[in-house]
């Protein structure tokens, strides 16, 4: 037993002296470490998870399925792509813009100066970082001179589209009928966006007072000054101005339009988004915990399922009832599929933002699985396709709802989502009859 008891001290003996060999640390792992114990991220910044953060860098997962529709083509705005060469003919404009918009005659008489206009900015610097969930790599004095240039740029592009002044008919970037186009989908771009409080901000200062001296004589609904609203041409509202200015490329009615020049978004593209969404949250009934997604069209139109066009104010209207789905006409062209993409990307990083146009994407995504998905919808007259083939539309469509998240049991489609398969369920010997019809033998 004594022996045994040595022996047991002997081996506590040798595990003490074990664990206290002293171990030579590496100086430079040591300084390493540290390093990145003090270095902030930089490419998810500390910030992006507070609600101010509302501009993103477009996720790698959904940039690598269209990275051309996620990057401007003309021009800059905001810190993501500045400086970039293949940009530089419109940044050479802005300061003219800049110039002009300063200019702009004003009641009372009264002229704004540079001055004005970078202590409008220069408060917000703060708040101008925390919008990006990068961090921004750029001095003070660099990031108040990017954002005075793209923010007035920005208003006084909307001004002279809007004919807010005398014409100017030699304007070169109005000259070229392909600039414009480029100019609206590039400001509706997750990753070139400015915070519309620093717009608002320019806005006020410098349009605030101006009188609006419109030109234009025509009709179109695309129109600053023929809106049907009365006594307000002399101070036209930030989202007003945006949102005529973008119709040109969707055309939709002045009435619905109306509806939202008090709005505010956090950036442009959340200004628009806002007028494509429902005015209230729905209430959602509890769907079945067993909630799937929806069969291809083709498939449901041999199931007995109906397509038709719907008139509403928005895509987002989508209906089931009686064997018949209405779904509001859709327009895919360039202009649309940048911004159906880009609507997603922002749903999908911006956790306070709904996923309507998500939920819509995936909807879609499931009806047109095939070129035979898209042209019968074509043929339906659900889809207006002057995007390119219907293969091309069936892939796009594939690709618009590929790798997102987003919740069935709680979106806005969930009852159509169930009732839908609840139709298919009850008709799908009638489409399997179809599909594989029965052989009689002799």
């Known amino acids: 037993m004594q022996n045994g008891g040595e ?18 640390i590496d100086p430079d792992l040591i300084s390493e470490l540290e390093s990145q114990i003090n270095a902030p991220p930089k490419l998810l910044s500390q910030l992006a998870g507070r609600s101010s953060c509302c501009i993103f860098r477009v996720p790698q997962s959904l940039a690598e399925i269209n990275r051309k529709a996620y990057q401007p083509q003309i021009v ?15 940044q050479e ?9 300063l200019a702009r005659p004003r009641t009372p008489p009264g002229s704004i100066t540079l001055c004005d206009v970078l202590d409008t900015v220069y ?7 925390e919008s990006y969930s990068e961090a921004l790599d750029i001095d003070d004095r660099k990031l108040i001179e990017m954002i005075v240039l793209d923010g007035c740029f920005i208003i006084e592009l909307f001004c002279k589209v809007g004919r807010l002044g005398p014409a100017e008919t030699d304007d070169p970037l109005f000259k070229m009928a392909w600039v414009l186009p480029f100019l609206m989908r590039d400001l509706l771009r997750l990753e070139n966006q400015i915070p519309y409080l620093v717009l608002k901000a320019l806005f006020d200062r410098c349009i605030g007072n101006f009188t609006c001296t419109n030109t234009n004589t025509t009709n179109s609904s695309s129109s600053i000054g023929n809106n049907g609203d009365e006594g307000d041409q002399d101070r036209p509202s930030l989202a007003k101005l945006a949102l005529v200015f973008f119709n040109y490329m969707v055309q939709r009615p002045v009435q619905v339009l109306g509806k939202y020049y008090d709005c505010e978004g956090k950036h442009l593209l959340d200004l628009f988004r806002q007028t494509y969404l429902p005015p209230k949250p729905e209430l959602l ?3 079945s915990k067993f909630l799937q997604l929806i069969q291809s069209a083709r498939k449901l139109h041999l199931a007995g399922v109906e397509f038709k066009p719907k008139k509403s104010e928005s895509f987002l209207d989508i209906d089931f009832k009686n064997g018949i789905l209405e779904i509001p006409v859709l327009t895919i062209d360039d202009f649309s599929s940048s ?5 997603v990307a922002y749903e999908q990083c911006y956790s306070d933002s709904s ?11 499931c009806l047109i699985n095939t070129p035979s998905d898209a042209g019968l919808l074509c043929d339906q007259k659900v889809v207006e396709n002057y995007f390119g083939t219907d293969d091309e539309v069936a892939r796009f469509f594939n690709n618009v709802g590929k790798d997102v998240v987003f919740d069935i049991h709680r979106s806005y489609l969930s009852r159509v989502f169930e009732d839908v398969n609840e139709y298919h369920r009850n008709n799908w010997h009638v489409s399997d009859l179809l599909l594989y019809p029965l052989h009689t033998h002799h």
């Not at 404009?93 to 918009?101: A, N, V």
């Open 339 to 343: 911004l159906f993409l880009n609507f």
């Open 355 to 365: 996923k309507y146009i998500t939920t819509y994407a995936t909807f879609m995504g």
């Open 93 to 101: 404009h802005k300061g003219r813009f800049l110039s002009d918009l």
């Open 285 to 287: 009934r509890h769907p």
């Open 76 to 90: 800059s705005i905001g810190p993501y792509h500045h400086g970039n060469p293949k940009l530089r003919m419109i």
């Open 123 to 129: 408060p917000l610097k703060e708040s101008i970082r």
């Open 7 to 24: 022996s047991g001290g002997g081996g506590n003996s040798t595990q003490s002296n074990h664990h206290s060999v002293p171990v030579a």
